[in-house]
């Protein structure tokens, strides 16, 4: 059974964390993070959100002995075929073999260009898993566009190059407390939520 005071995040970046965090303080819940735990890192091998989050939560849950979540999200452009998607954060490699956000950016402003069609969506899956293999999945989306330049510092990864339908902002702009309203990560956990928590 899922602890409802505290969960394991099987995740290393600390922007997810702290969403994690604040999307669980509403049900009191505390989160652990892979860093806190000791969970080793996972190597995402699938090809979908789904199956890197599958991957990620089985071998950490394994590895703990308790119930653990682990999610895969992403960026999706219409127009470039839904990419950068489940490479989104390998999109942000720089020449130096870093992880460079902005470079990322840049690189998908770059291959836009001027393009007129400008829709995307976020897309996040949760996974839910259990020691014994056993698992459940939950997926949140966002539509919205890209933006012609980079804007904002609020969030983090992609967010100040993306702006949800219904504003004239990005996810850098706005106040984190209306991102998390609706974002994928929100839309997904909240699915979890009425399931365990509500």
């Known amino acids: 059974m899922i602890n409802t005071d505290k969960i394991i995040i099987a995740s290393h970046n600390e922007g997810k964390i702290k969403e994690f965090r604040k999307l669980f303080s509403k049900y009191n819940i505390e989160v652990l993070s892979a860093n806190d735990t000791n969970l080793p890192d996972v190597e995402e091998t699938g090809k979908t959100f789904a199956e890197n989050a599958i991957i990620k939560a089985s071998e950490s849950a ?64 949760i996974c839910l898993c259990y020691p014994d293999g056993k698992y459940e999945t939950f997926e949140g989306k966002v539509e919205g566009k890209i933006a012609q330049k980079i804007t904002g510092e609020n969030g983090f990864g992609y967010d100040p190059v993306f702006i949800p339908n219904g504003y004239k902002k990005t996810f850098g702009e706005l106040d984190v407390n209306i991102k998390h309203k609706f974002s994928h990560r929100a839309n997904a956990l909240k699915k979890l939520a009425e399931k365990y928590f509500a």
């Open 62 to 125: 394994k590895f703990i002995g308790v119930p653990v979540i682990a999610e895969d999200s992403g960026l999706c452009v219409d127009t470039l075929d839904g990419r950068p998607g489940v490479y989104t954060a390998r999109y942000a490699i720089d020449e130096t073999g870093n992880r460079n956000m902005h470079f990322g950016m840049q690189k998908l402003l770059d291959e836009l260009g001027d393009n007129s069609n400008r829709n995307a969506h976020f897309a996040c899956v």
